[in-house]
């Protein structure tokens, strides 16, 4: 075959083409540090690096997750260790006064232990991220608030519930402590009903329960079975006298599983807390069910974490002590009750801050990890691509040198 002219001008066009692509791709890649610029150029590890580039975003949302929990928790530490400190303070206080020489200063111990309280409340509806650090799920208004009269202190009735972020693809954290689990009253109906029981069978129970001020009551829950694994539940409220001030507004409709025998539903929505508030009478606790279950005997017994509250307690104590009434032991140990739930509260949110803090170091090694993967697939080695472009380069300059000598003419026309 006659090779003429034009073929080899074509070639040597073609060639000097080829080389100023690969020149132009390797000033590209050194000057990105990437060197998959689409799929087609490494389809496999086109693959890899999407499939990395996807986790990578996720572990990215999870550590912004962990350290948002961790500014809220240190926070929450920081109020719990704030209130510790003023309850520790209204401890030592109320020992002094077990001596009948400091009982004669007991207006002084009454401001003292007031102005702990002030500053324990203030704590308690303190903030972090724009949100009531124990408010729980309802950030409507603050968790605790004086009555008009002065004369306690009222909880707002939704301070329960948890606020969770996801920090991981199988794990939600909450990173909460409730105003109702560290400053609220909760009665709970713990104990078992009897699965082989007739329907209409009928279990009854009353405990002692408090406004306030300190005033005591009567709490009575009755629990009729009304079919297979399902009972209803009403309670009612009595003063001293025997009088209902207060009765369930309708009954509620319990659910057990027939297999396991834990409650289910309550009214068809899974257990929580039900808050009693009865404004009139200053009564305020919250119900909890959760620790039922369905087995074959009837044995319930109603429980309390604290009869008062401990900013009403504290209100008790201060008002008796501006009476010439000294703290009785009772209220000496309500208040290290509390002092020791706080410590374990505190102890509790160690817990998480230490699950979190090892999830976000895991995270963080398979954040390097991955993306020392994709350095590997799709990364550029800079010295060893400049000097590849150096060679590419010296390369189309003594093409062009020898199309030069070898087509004078034709090749320079077509340059």
Do not use: C, W
């Not at 996720?58 to 530490?77: A, H, P």
């Not at 009750?337 to 505190?346: E, M, R, T, W, Y």
Request: glycine share 6%; no cysteine; charged share 15%.
């Amino acid at each position: 075959m006659r090779i003429t002219e034009t073929m080899m001008s074509n070639y040597y066009i073609g060639s000097i083409n080829n080389l100023k692509d690969k020149i132009a791709l390797l000033q590209r890649q050194i000057s990105s540090g990437v060197r998959i610029e689409k799929p087609s150029d490494s389809p496999t590890g086109a693959v890899k690096v999407i499939r990395n580039n996807d986790h990578l975003l996720q572990i990215d949302t999870y550590l912004k997750n962990i350290q948002s929990g961790l500014s809220f928790l240190n926070q929450t530490t920081f109020a719990l260790q704030s209130i510790q400190d003023e309850v520790v303070n209204v401890v030592g206080k109320l020992e002094e006064l077990v001596n009948p020489i400091n009982q004669q200063n007991m207006s002084l111990y009454a401001d003292m232990i007031e102005n702990s309280l002030r500053l324990m409340v203030d704590v308690a509806n303190s903030k972090a991220d724009g949100k009531f650090i124990f408010g729980g799920t309802d950030q409507s208004g603050k968790p605790f608030v004086y009555s008009s009269d002065g004369q306690t202190i009222e909880q707002n009735t939704k301070i329960n519930g948890y606020n969770n972020v996801r920090i991981s693809q199988g794990i939600q954290q909450r990173i909460n402590i409730t105003g109702l689990e560290i400053f609220g009253t909760i009665v709970s109906a713990d104990g078992t009903l009897d699965k082989n029981s007739a329907v209409g069978n009928i279990i009854t129970q009353t405990r002692n329960i408090y406004d306030n001020l300190g005033n005591q009551y009567s709490l009575q829950v009755n629990i009729q079975k009304t079919n297979s694994n399902q009972y209803e539940l009403t309670y009612s409220i009595a003063d001293s006298n025997s009088n209902t001030i207060y009765s369930s507004p309708s009954p509620l409709q319990l659910v057990f599983n027939s297999t396991t025998g834990s409650l289910e539903t309550i009214d068809g929505n899974t257990p929580s807390t039900i808050n009693v508030n009865v404004p009139s009478n200053k009564i305020n606790f919250n119900l909890d069910l959760s620790q039922l279950r369905e087995t074959d005997t009837d044995q319930v017994i109603l429980n309390a974490n604290q009869d008062i509250d401990i900013f009403n307690q504290l209100k008790i104590i201060i008002e008796n002590l501006r009476n010439g009434v000294p703290p009785t032991d009772e209220q000496r140990a309500a208040v290290n009750a509390f002092n020791s739930k706080v410590i374990g509260k505190l102890s509790e949110i160690g817990n998480i801050i230490n699950q979190f803090t090892t999830i976000e170091n895991m995270l963080t090694q398979q954040n390097l990890d991955l993306t020392e993967n994709n350095s590997q697939v799709n990364g550029v080695d800079v010295a060893k691509a400049i000097i590849e472009l150096q060679n590419q380069d010296y390369l189309l300059q003594l093409s062009q040198k020898l199309a030069a000598t070898i087509l004078p003419k034709s090749l320079l026309d077509y340059l």
